[in-house]
C-alpha cells in the first residue's frame, strides 16, 4: 500500500502480530531491522501527542539513533513528528514499525496518542548486479 491507499477501518490497521498499526508493534519495529533483502522500504511520518512536554535533550538523542528515525516538535505545544525509514511487507506494518519505536523506547516517551500517520513506499535502489566498488576498474 501506499500513502494514497493508506486503510479507512479498524479491521485494516491491525498488523500481523494482532495490534493496531497506530499504537505500535515492538516486534514489528524489531523485524524491520532483520529484514529480508528485498523487503519494501517505507518513509513514515507520525503525528503523535504527549501528556508532557518531551526534553529538548531526548529529541536530540533520537535524531542519532541508528535507524534514521527522529522526533520533531512543531509549533504546537505536546504534538511530536515521528519520523523514520523503515522495511515492511506493506504500509501497516511500517507503521507499526516505526510507532513500535516509541512502545520499544518507553524512556523517550511514557505516554501519546498518535493523531495521522503517512507511509510513502520508497523506490527500490538494488539493482541486483554487483556494486562497482566490488570489482577493480583497471581489471581485465
Known sequence: ???????NDAASWVCPHGQDARRGC???Y???SEAAPGTPSWEVAAWFTA?????IRTL???HRHGRSFAIDQPST???YLLTGRTSAP?????????????????????????TETRA??????????ARTTDTWLDAP
Open 1 to 7: 500500500m501506499s500513502e494514497r491507499s493508506m486503510p
Open 26 to 28: 515492538v516486534t514489528c
Open 30 to 32: 524489531e523485524e524491520a
Open 51 to 55: 501528556p508532557r512536554p518531551i526534553p
Open 60 to 62: 536530540q538523542d533520537v
Open 77 to 79: 505545544p505536546l504534538v
Open 90 to 114: 506493506d504500509s501497516v506494518q511500517a507503521v507499526a514499525g516505526v510507532v513500535g519505536f516509541l512502545l520499544h523506547n518507553r524512556h523517550v516517551v511514557t505516554g501519546f496518542t498518535v
Open 120 to 129: 510513502t513506499l520508497l523506490p527500490r535502489t538494488d539493482t541486483g548486479g
